[in-house]
């Protein structure tokens, strides 16, 4: 199964632990497990600021050591022109081996966590770009879906409703469609509000439109949902009820056939 990059990354840390405890390294990365933005990342920190303060703590620590080592030097020097050390001092000197084994590790695994570290970031910036892109397509959608369906619902004019009635373009409507589109147009229709109540009947009317638009399983009126709406809207549309320059297909008889075709736009296509 595949894992997530913040499982990547925990199971990672966790074999640098087991590969470093016996030179005494283990305990940066214990601080660092601790962390919890790293045990937890909806309870503490994000996973990029755990991984800078992990990249901190590994950095404290070879300053630490560097300091160590530089005094572990200067002991030796002191030793070597004729002083005599302490036991403490002389266990120090004796340590030299185990700073220098932890500073070369440490040297060698913090540039590998930095490039983890960066990766992560670029994943980071990647993925939060294409939610930013969604968001953005998903609200120019629902801007544009609003702004249609304002401008078809102009177009109900009564003349068109008339037509609908008798027929337009191979569609008929009963009274109870027609009276249906009549309510969505003055549910959704903000002209007569007084100012003081403009901006309860704007909300008003956003709540309709993408109630519509959102096909919702809810009443818009007393017997009427707007998923019923949206599908007669569907109709009117397949239809071509709102395109003024659609010319419906022409049936022509061909007498020598005797038989029936259909010629699309009178260009003398037949199918």
């Given at each position: 199964?595949?894992?997530?990059?913040k499982?990547?990354?925990?199971r990672?840390?966790?074999?640098a632990?087991?590969?470093t405890q016996?030179?005494?390294?283990?305990r940066?990365?214990?601080?660092?497990?601790?962390?919890?933005s790293?045990?937890?990342?909806?309870?503490?920190?994000?996973?990029a600021?755990?991984?800078d303060r992990?990249?901190q703590?590994?950095?404290k620590?070879?300053?630490?050591l560097?300091k160590?080592?530089?005094?572990?030097?200067d002991?030796l020097q002191?030793?070597?022109?004729?002083?005599?050390?302490?036991?403490?001092?002389l266990?120090?000197?004796?340590s030299?081996?185990y700073?220098?084994a932890n500073?070369?590790q440490?040297?060698e695994?913090l540039?590998?966590?930095?490039a983890?570290?960066n990766?992560?970031e670029k994943?980071k910036k990647?993925v939060k770009r294409r939610?930013?892109?969604?968001r953005?397509?998903?609200?120019?959608k629902?801007?544009?879906?609003?702004?249609?369906t304002i401008?078809y619902?102009s177009k109900l004019s009564?003349?068109?409703?008339?037509?609908?009635?008798?027929?337009l373009?191979?569609?008929?409507?009963t009274?109870t469609e027609v009276?249906m589109?009549?309510?969505?147009y003055?549910?959704?229709d903000?002209s007569?509000a007084?100012f003081?109540d403009?901006?309860?009947?704007?909300?008003s009317v956003s709540?309709h439109?993408l109630?519509?638009?959102?096909?919702k399983?809810k009443e818009m009126?007393e017997g009427?949902?707007y998923?019923?709406?949206?599908?007669?809207f569907?109709?009117l549309?397949?239809?071509h009820?709102?395109?003024?320059?659609?010319?419906?297909?022409?049936?022509c008889v061909?007498t020598?056939a005797?038989?029936t075709l259909?010629?699309?736009?009178?260009f003398g296509?037949?199918g």
């Amino acid at each position: 199964t595949p894992h997530s990059p913040k499982q990547c990354h925990h199971r990672r840390v966790r074999e640098a632990v087991v590969s470093t405890q016996s030179t005494g390294t283990g305990r940066a990365f214990e601080t660092f497990l601790r962390m919890p933005s790293a045990t937890n990342p909806a309870k503490g920190l994000e996973m990029a600021e755990g991984l800078d303060r992990f990249s901190q703590v590994v950095e404290k620590k070879m300053r630490n050591l560097e300091k160590r080592k530089t005094k572990i030097l200067d002991l030796l020097q002191q030793k070597k022109g004729g002083k005599e050390l302490n036991s403490d001092q002389l266990t120090s000197v004796a340590s030299l081996s185990y700073v220098d084994a932890n500073l070369e590790q440490l040297r060698e695994f913090l540039p590998q966590f930095k490039a983890i570290s960066n990766e992560m970031e670029k994943t980071k910036k990647k993925v939060k770009r294409r939610e930013e892109t969604k968001r953005n397509e998903a609200e120019n959608k629902r801007v544009k879906g609003i702004l249609s369906t304002i401008h078809y619902l102009s177009k109900l004019s009564q003349e068109l409703k008339e037509q609908l009635l008798t027929g337009l373009n191979g569609l008929t409507l009963t009274e109870t469609e027609v009276t249906m589109l009549d309510t969505f147009y003055t549910l959704t229709d903000s002209s007569g509000a007084k100012f003081a109540d403009i901006d309860s009947s704007i909300e008003s009317v956003s709540g309709h439109i993408l109630g519509f638009l959102e096909r919702k399983d809810k009443e818009m009126c007393e017997g009427v949902k707007y998923s019923d709406l949206a599908e007669l809207f569907d109709r009117l549309h397949e239809h071509h009820v709102f395109d003024p320059d659609y010319v419906a297909p022409v049936l022509c008889v061909d007498t020598t056939a005797s038989r029936t075709l259909r010629w699309w736009h009178c260009f003398g296509e037949w199918g």
